[in-house]
Every structure is written in C-alpha cells, then in structure tokens.
C-alpha cells in the first residue's frame, strides 16, 4: 500500500452561491507532482470468538460463568442454543477492552427453555454486530445490542446456516439432571442425645443446581419439624448446626377456623425418621398443588408452606401417617421429579461410658507402673461440639495423674485417651469419663509386676496328610446288631443247644455256666406265653 504526502496537495475549495462548485486551479494536480512517502504491508484478519465455558457437561438449574475471547473489533457476542431445528438466542455479553467477555453466574436452564431439559445441545457464540444475526427494523427480537436503538435488534431465532454464515463458534453441550447426593450425617451410635438438639448436628453431601435442600424430621409422636441447607454455587451443601427440634414457628386453628395459639414442633423421645429433600429439576415440590384448608394459610402470615406444615401438625397423625402424607405431595406424587434420601435414629438422652482400661501389655483393667493407660468407650453426643473429660478420681496417686480429654470420635462413637502413669503408686484406682451431665466410672489396677502381653495361640494346620492305605488282611465280617429280638429257630418240643465257649482265666467258666441257664429260661418264659 502507498501512502502519499497531502502536503502537496491544494484543499482549498471555493463555493459560489446557487449551488455552483468551483474546484479552483490546484484542485486537478498532477499525479506526477506527488511525491511518495512511506510504503507498507498489513494483513486483515477475519474476526473470530473463542467459548471458553460452557463446555462440556451443564446441569439444569447450576450457575456457571459464561466466558472467553474474540478478535479485536467484536463488540457483542451473541449466544445461541438449539436442539432440534433453528438456534434459540438466550444471552448477549459485552466484549471487555481486552477482547474478553464474561456474565458471572449465569443459570443457562432459566435463560434458556432449550438448555431446561437434559439432553445433547449445540451452542454457538457469534459476532452480535454480524449481518447474519441482526434484524435491522425488526422491534419483536427481545434482545437488543444497543437497547437505546430500537432499530437494532437481534433475531430471536436462527438456522443453521445464518449461524454458520456469521463469525464465531459452534460447541456441543451436554445438559444433565439436579441429583442428590448425602455424603455425612452425625448420627452417633444410631443416636441422637437430646442435649444436643440445639447445638444441631453435621449434614453434607451435593444438590448440584438447587439454591437448597430441605431436612425434615418425623417424630414418634406424629409431630413434623422442618429446617434448610444453601447449596453453594459449586453444587455443594454442608451445616455443622441442623437443629434436631423446634425449627419451625406454627400456628394452629380452631374448630372455627382461627389462630390458636403456637403449635410445638419439638421432637418427643423415641424413634426418628429424618430425610433430606430436593424439589428437583422443576424447582416444584410435587405437582405443585396441595389441598388443605385455607385458614392454615392465614393464621401463619400468609406463607402456603407453612400453612400446610402447620395443618400437618394439628391433625394428631402418627408417625407413619405423617411419612405418607409427605410423601403423596412430593417424591410419590404424580410426575414427581423430587428426591430424597431418608435416615433414622434414636432420639434420647446423652450418654458416655468406659468400655476399656489397658495399657501397653493389653490387659484389661491392669496397667504396669511407668506405663501408659489407654482409656476407651462409646458415647452418642456430637464431637467436635462437646468434648469427653476423663480424670482418675480415686487411688493412691490420683491426684498426681492428668486430665485426658477428645472431641473426636466417628458415627460409630468410639473414642479413646491416654494418660501416662510414670511415678504413681501400685494400687487400685477409678477413672472417670464425662461429657455434659453424663458419665461412668470403671475400676482398674496399677501393678509393680511385669505384665505379659496376651499372647494369640498359633494357627494349627487342620489339614493332614492322608496317611497311607494300610495292607488288605482277610477279617471276618460281624453282623451289624439290630434292634429286633430274633426268633428261635428250633424244632418244636426240642430245646436249643447251649453253646459252649472255652476260655482260661479262674472262674471264668463258671460265669459262662449261669449265663446259659439265664438264657434257658427265658426261653422257657417265652414259650409259655
């Protein structure tokens, strides 16, 4: 390209009235009088836009961030969804002066009907200046690039070649269904204590596009309490204080349909059934529609939710009354999207106890001098929130050995300590374990022996060689006994022989002798009968 001095080059221009244009003597300069200045050499790209995010994998009602790139001079990119036939136009985001674009939190399912439901889309980001995608005059596109110029709008809707036509990007999207997932919850022991209640226990896990899940408890008594997780942006939810009781504030109606006074949503002792709860895809408990009477409504500020959660609770059902009704209105009613996963404990008082006192030797309730006592139990209170103390209350260097304490232990509310004995006396001390009101006490020894460790006996083979087959001799086969008396087998009017058998031996024929006379009568008694 050259670029020519205008120095040269006589701008003036003259005017005359009526219209006349008089270029003047140095408007036609000769080409030869030019001089050249500078020569230079320049490429012209074609725009282009990078989607950096969505990719991949959307699950309905998430937030992402919707970003990426584009070549110097866009200064709008337009997205597009499509499933079946023409793209859909669902978000414009405007180009930074980096050539980057970003719209934080973005819930692709609610600017989008296309991206609402799981299945494989396409999506495309173009230039939204893009002849192919403007609609110059056309007011009924309801996103516009410039909203104070009505005359320049986008088309709501595109085929796929106008995408293909205008500069930027095509991707595929995979759009996924909400899901529930409970990773943990503090059930210690399949209990929960009662002191406890407030304080609230640990539940977490993942609800990947809700805002929040719900924890419901159903008491023995038929009685209904109910609380809420937030979900975080990433999909995941945890709480370290879900009160077990009294979460809910309800008020009850008459017979004439008034307030009544506040309803007691706290749990009795006994069994409880516990569930957490996501409304699904659709963002709707159940179908939506719920029947129960209005005053319920009215007496509890207005909140439909409420309402109904109060009318459950002022119709004495038992507990499984209670699980069905809930459960006809969301996870069983028709075309029900819901989820939930159920749990159940024992709701009670706390409690701790010592199961073991060893030391290093193993042996239970017996610990050497100069040893380490491991002291372990079982307890149904939340860790980290309460805390076992266990101290040597009595014994004849009690005072000289310290305080051990935990606040960890698992579900299965295993917890251990341990506390060194060096310099105590022998003799029989008691330790003690507390947490809140509870405790328990055990007994053990402190001994100046050495202690052997249990020592576990050697596996044995059980299996032997065969031993090898012994030589055939000829034996004699005995008759097997049987139970049946034989009958003799003599000619009538005739007695049996006596059978005679030789032996050594004092007095051994003689016995032989009253034997054959026992037998003969007998036989004799028989015959009479």
């Known amino acids: 390209m050259t670029v020519h001095n205008p120095s040269v080059v006589d701008n003036n221009v003259e005017f005359q009235q009526g219209g006349s244009w008089n270029p003047g003597a140095n408007s036609a300069p000769d080409v030869q009088d030019l001089s050249e200045v500078d020569d230079d050499t320049f490429t012209v790209n074609e725009g282009s836009i990078t989607l950096d995010n969505p990719q991949g994998t959307y699950v309905v009602g998430s937030e992402v961030n919707v970003n990426g790139s584009t070549a110097p001079g866009i200064d709008d990119v337009a997205l597009y969804a499509r499933d079946e036939g023409n793209f859909e136009h669902f978000l414009t985001v405007s ?13 692709l399912s609610q600017l989008s009907n296309v991206l609402s439901l799981p299945g494989s889309y396409r999506i495309a980001a173009v230039d939204a200046d893009d002849e192919a995608v403007q609609a110059v005059g056309d007011e009924s596109g309801e996103n516009t690039v410039d909203p104070t110029d009505p005359d320049v709008t986008l088309e709501a809707s595109l085929t796929a070649s106008e995408v293909s036509s205008a500069v930027g990007t095509q991707s595929s999207l995979r759009v996924t269904d909400t899901g529930l997932t409970v990773d943990y919850v503090s059930i210690v022991n399949g209990q929960v204590a009662v002191e406890d209640a407030q304080t609230g226990m640990t539940i977490n896990g993942t609800a990947p596009g809700k805002d929040s899940v719900s924890v419901s408890f159903y008491g023995p008594r038929g009685t209904y309490d109910r609380t809420t997780i937030t979900v975080d942006s990433n999909g995941e939810f945890e709480s370290e204080s879900v009160m077990v009781s009294n979460n809910l ?10 307030p009544a006074g506040q309803l007691d949503t706290g749990l009795t002792q006994g069994n409880v059934v516990m569930s957490v709860f996501s409304d699904g895809r659709d963002s709707t408990a159940g179908d ?5 009477p209005t005053d319920y409504v009215a007496a509890n500020g207005g909140d439909s939710q409420d309402g109904w959660y109060a009318y459950l609770n002022d119709q004495a059902l038992t507990q499984q009354q209670l699980i069905d009704r809930v459960a006809s209105e969301t996870v069983e009613d028709t075309g029900s999207d819901d989820i939930s996963e159920v749990f159940q404990f024992r709701y009670t008082e706390g409690r701790v106890s010592i199961d073991s006192v060893t030391g290093e030797a ?19 209170r939340q860790p980290d929130d309460t805390t076992i103390m266990v101290e040597v209350i009595e014994g004849p260097s009690a005072s000289s050995l310290d305080i051990a304490s935990t606040d960890a ?35 053990f020894q ?23 087959d012994p030589e055939p001799t000829e034996t004699t086969e005995e008759p097997e006994p049987t139970t ?27 016995v032989l002798a009253l034997v054959a006379l026992v037998a003969a009568a007998l036989l004799a008694v028989r015959r009479r009968d």
């Open 95 to 107: 180009v930074d002066g980096d050539d980057t674009f970003e719209e934080e939190d973005a819930i």
């Open 249 to 258: 504030a309800l008020t009850g109606v008459d017979e004439q349909g008034n």
């Open 288 to 292: 939506g529609d719920i029947s129960f």
């Open 362 to 380: 193993g042996q239970a309730f017996t610990v050497e001098t100069n040893d380490t006592i491991s002291v372990s139990g079982v307890t149904n």
């Open 409 to 443: 232990w698992g579900t299965d509310g295993q917890w251990s300590v341990e506390i060194p004995t060096e310099g105590v006396e022998t003799g029989n001390y008691t330790v003690e374990a507390s947490v809140g009101g509870n405790s328990d006490i055990r007994s």
């Open 446 to 468: 402190v001994t100046g022996e050495q202690l052997e460790e249990p020592t576990e006996p050697e596996p044995t083979d059980t299996a032997t060689e065969p031993e090898p």
């Open 484 to 510: 049946d008396e034989p009958e003799p087998t003599t000619a009538a009017g005739t007695e049996p022989a006596e059978e005679t058998t030789t032996a050594t031996g004092p007095g051994f024929t003689a």
